[in-house]
């Protein structure tokens, strides 16, 4: 998890308190109004406000779009129906089957079926239909309404910053994870799980989610520089690639007898990669020279090798080993050097 201790209950405690407020805004309202309308007003309010305002903003398009979708499918629904229970009954399965479908399209309907069921089933839709069903538009616009407020203004939690603390946190993750690959390569054990990349994988998932939020829905209200955020994103998933291959080499150890002649320059490499890493994830564009310098020079020292005919020493096997892990370590240094230079191109003067 991100978060922990009592930073994640100050999040938490903050989001409670912000629906609470949206509930009380929305009945508050919605009584000034009319003394018979709140209760709608106040669930609408508590479902759709999310901890951050992305998310509170796209449910609430969801809400009234759907109420809207689901407010005229309802009346028309009961023009059509015969007006007895039997008869309602029927339009009430037709139409919520309907929105059940649709849902393919769209989560709007999911919420236009909730309409459908407010309007065809309450007691009071036994009469003017149109009044009902207008009513309970109005009422569930209000709760939505107050919510988008609240969200905004109060303690907002922008989609942007959370992606920027989970990216800063997982940079750290996958430059620890680095190491501890690395030193079972260069040991010839293989301690590493199988399962040790698991962790960021699902998070990066997370992290494109987060980010089309903040494009689609809080790009209007926070100005954020979203080039720098989608290069760290992408820059994250290949730093988590190479790994991956890394760790494919290292489960193929179990037999191998050989010494890394290169351990002093890979792990130089891998010291200002992590480096490059941890200064990506805090928002500060790094100074290059170093890890430049590292792939330079084990590159030569490669070079020498390969002219003195040391690595004919090895086995075919071994190798493809040595050369698969190595060639990873030096792409995750490329990456990085090319991911900061598309940054410095990108930041904002």
Same mark, same amino acid.
């Given at each position: 998890?991100?978060?922990?201790?009592?930073?994640?209950?100050?999040?938490?405690?903050?989001?409670?308190?912000?629906?609470?407020?949206?509930?009380?805004?929305?009945?508050?309202?919605?009584?000034l109004?009319?003394?018979n309308?709140?209760?709608?007003?106040?669930?609408?309010?508590?479902?759709?406000?999310?901890?951050?305002?992305?998310?509170?903003?796209?449910?609430?398009?969801?809400?009234?779009?759907?109420t809207?979708?689901?407010?005229?499918?309802?009346?028309?629904?009961?023009?059509?129906? /015969? /007006?007895?229970?039997?008869?309602?009954?029927?339009?009430?399965?037709?139409t919520?089957?309907?929105?059940?479908?649709?849902?393919?399209?769209?989560?709007?309907?999911?919420?236009?079926?909730?309409?459908?069921? *407010?309007?065809?089933?309450? /007691?009071?839709?036994?009469?003017?239909?149109?009044?009902?069903?207008?009513?309970?538009?109005?009422? *569930?616009?209000?709760?939505?309404?107050?919510?988008? *407020?609240?969200?905004?203004?109060?303690?907002?939690?922008?989609?942007?910053? @959370?992606?920027?603390?989970?990216?800063?946190?997982?940079?750290?993750r996958?430059?620890?994870?680095?190491?501890?690959?690395? =030193?079972?390569?260069?040991?010839?054990?293989?301690?590493?799980?199988?399962?040790?990349?698991?962790?960021?994988?699902?998070?990066?998932?997370? =992290?494109?989610?987060?980010?089309?939020?903040?494009?689609?829905? @809080?790009?209007?209200?926070?100005?954020?520089?979203?080039?720098m955020?989608?290069?760290?994103?992408?820059t994250?998933?290949?730093?988590? @690639?190479?790994?991956?291959?890394?760790?494919?080499?290292?489960?193929?150890?179990?037999?191998?007898?050989?010494?890394?002649?290169?351990?002093?320059?890979?792990?130089?490499?891998?010291?200002?990669?992590?480096?490059?890493?941890?200064?990506?994830?805090?928002?500060? *564009? /790094?100074?290059?020279?170093?890890?430049?310098?590292?792939?330079?020079?084990?590159?030569?020292?490669?070079?020498?090798?390969?002219?003195?005919?040391?690595?004919?020493?090895?086995?075919?096997?071994?190798?493809?080993?040595?050369?698969?892990?190595?060639?990873?370590?030096?792409?995750?240094? @490329?990456?990085?050097?090319?991911?900061?230079?598309?940054?410095?191109?990108?930041?904002?003067?």
């Amino acid at each position: 998890m991100l978060f922990f201790g009592s930073r994640q209950r100050a999040e938490y405690v903050k989001y409670g308190i912000k629906t609470a407020l949206a509930a009380l805004l929305s009945y508050f309202v919605a009584s000034l109004t009319d003394p018979n309308l709140g209760f709608w007003a106040v669930i609408s309010a508590v479902i759709v406000m999310q901890r951050n305002v992305a998310a509170s903003m796209q449910m609430c398009g969801y809400r009234l779009v759907g109420t809207a979708i689901g407010a005229t499918m309802g009346m028309t629904a009961l023009y059509i129906v /015969p /007006p007895t229970d039997h008869g309602r009954l029927a339009g009430f399965l037709v139409t919520v089957g309907i929105c059940a479908y649709l849902k393919r399209y769209t989560n709007r309907f999911s919420m236009a079926a909730i309409t459908v069921t *407010i309007v065809m089933l309450a /007691p009071q839709a036994s009469g003017d239909y149109i009044h009902y069903a207008l009513f309970r538009v109005a009422e *569930i616009s209000i709760g939505v309404c107050s919510t988008f *407020i609240v969200a905004l203004f109060v303690w907002p939690h922008h989609a942007s910053c @959370e992606l920027k603390e989970r990216l800063q946190e997982q940079f750290t993750r996958c430059a620890v994870k680095y190491e501890s690959i690395v =030193n079972s390569f260069l040991t010839l054990k293989c301690d590493s799980s199988k399962g040790m990349l698991a962790d960021l994988e699902d998070e990066i998932h997370y =992290n494109r989610e987060l980010f089309r939020g903040y494009l689609r829905h @809080e790009r209007l209200f926070v100005d954020d520089d979203s080039a720098m955020l989608d290069i760290k994103i992408e820059t994250l998933v290949q730093c988590v @690639e190479h790994l991956h291959a890394m760790l494919h080499v290292v489960r193929e150890l179990n037999d191998s007898e050989y010494c890394i002649i290169m351990e002093a320059e890979i792990r130089k490499v891998v010291k200002e990669s992590q480096d490059v890493m941890r200064a990506v994830g805090r928002n500060v *564009i /790094p100074d290059t020279r170093k890890l430049e310098q590292a792939l330079y020079s084990a590159d030569k020292r490669l070079e020498t090798l390969r002219a003195d005919g040391m690595i004919r020493r090895f086995t075919m096997r071994d190798m493809m080993q040595v050369v698969s892990f190595y060639h990873s370590v030096q792409q995750m240094g @490329e990456d990085l050097l090319l991911s900061v230079q598309r940054q410095n191109k990108y930041k904002r003067i």
